[in-house]
């Protein structure tokens, strides 16, 4: 043996058992003899899909799927022997009778069709000409009892002239996730469309291309969707996550809206009149891709997640010189005043109203921006606190508490300057002057248009805010 693979080896042998030390189990008890494994089969015009359920030894034989859901599972069976035998069913569970073995294979058929019909909503099912929009979590039953960190495995198959797509993330033989994430996968589409695959530097969007009218070019999408991405990609330094499904949808209802849990989606609903000026000044779909860069935190939290995509999207599209730093500027201060406190307010955590949700939010946002820059002498700024949190890995695909997520985004910064302002303004109104505000970054707003006076005292910190790549380059 080489002193170099000595050495390898010796590290190696130090890896493992500090892996194991560190759970505090030996390898027999290692979370992957607690995986489940679903085989997904998709049927004829992906009306219906049959799945196949692996459960490991030890698993509940109670099995559950959300009460609304239930009466789209038909034949519920369990593998006994050679045959398959119909599941218990009572108190709104599925039960697998004692007399099976104790790895059980469970199989069930979920009728996509008509839950669509009844539902229409993108994160249960929801058609679309000849695709269904859905989550797997519509159709995934579960065992009762699963630890957050049990693995779990999705297979799927589909007929010919079938396709699938998903923001889960993929893995060896399909895709994988965590039992936490079980509660709400993000998007799939399931049956006819078209899709692209993009590459953002080294992270990939695929794009779902459904069908339906509209008077622009598949290509020209393609393109819109790219340079939105890359916009992003530019603020954060790379693409929020290693990959993404942007479902567009021509004639699409309801609003867009990004899902994460395990991965990371878009669905993005396309008036049938976009033309190629309108989508030029969409703001939404860079405002949903701003909301794949952070963690799924508890929904009283709405607020940051909100105004962070309301801070950030323009300065992304500013940097790739698809909005004017006028305009920029322009609308915080036409918008930030709807995110002052109101009479009654009780802080960013308790109060919320749409205004205090997206635009309270982006106040936070900017004041953070200004403080950290103030702490850094204009070095560091509210863009390399959010890098931090995607370097410390969080992004939608996963769920942080927002105390976790502040202190990852103020290690980055070297302040605790993200924590100690949102301790500031959780329960609190939290006034700000907005108008001493902009005296002091030079920006005031005659009867049309933005004014900067180069010689107020945070001119120079306004003028890093909306520094785009061009001015960079110029330097
Ligand atoms: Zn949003």
Known sequence: MSRLSFLLLLLLLTTCSTASDRSGQGPSRSKSHRRISYHATIGDGAHSIQVVMSLPAGSSRRL?????????????????????????????????????EKTPTVRWTFDLRQAARDFNQVRVAKAHFDAYLSSP?????????????????????????????????????????????????????LGKFRRRNLRIGDDEVIVALLQGQIGLEPDDLIDWVQKRAEAVASYYGQFPVHRALVILAPGGRGIASASGNGGAAVYFPLSSRATRNKLERDWVLVHEMVHLAFP???????????GLATYVE???????????????????????????????????????????????????????????????????????????????????????????????????????????????????PYPVDLDGLWSDLGISKPRSGIVFNPSAPLAGIRQSITENLSDKEAR
Not at 68 to 80: G, I
Not at 171 to 176: N, W
Not at 317 to 339: I, N
């Open 296 to 306: 799924q935190v508890p929904s009283l939290h709405n607020w940051i997640d909100e």
């Open 314 to 428: 323009p300065l992304a599209r500013h940097r790739l010189g698809l909005m004017a730093e006028t305009k920029v500027w322009g609308d915080l201060v036409d918008g930030l005043p709807q995110g002052l406190p109101k009479q009654g307010d009780q802080g960013l955590d308790r109060t919320h109203t749409w205004g205090r949700t997206y635009w309270g939010g982006a106040l936070y946002c900017l004041l953070a921006e200004l403080e950290i820059r103030r702490k850094t002498r204009n070095q560091k700024g509210l863009m390399d606190a959010l890098r931090g949190i995607l370097a410390a890995g969080g992004n939608i695909s996963q769920a942080w508490s927002l105390e976790r997520t502040l202190t990852a985004a103020d290690q980055a910064i070297g302040h605790p300057v993200m924590t100690e302002l949102y301790t500031a303004m959780k329960h609190d």
């Open 64 to 100: 559950w799927l959300d009460p609304d859901l239930a009466q789209y599972v038909s034949s519920p069976e369990v593998l006994s022997g050679p045959e398959w035998v119909p599941l218990d069913r009572s108190d709104e569970v599925w039960w697998i009778p004692e007399k099976v």
């Open 137 to 189: 979590s519509a159709w995934l039953l579960r065992p009762h009892g699963m630890d957050d960190d049990d693995p779990i495995s999705l297979r799927v198959t589909t007929p010919p002239g079938t396709s699938f797509s998903t923001g889960l993330f993929p893995s060896q033989d399909g895709y994988s996730f965590l039992a936490e994430h079980m509660h709400r996968l993000p998007y799939t589409v």
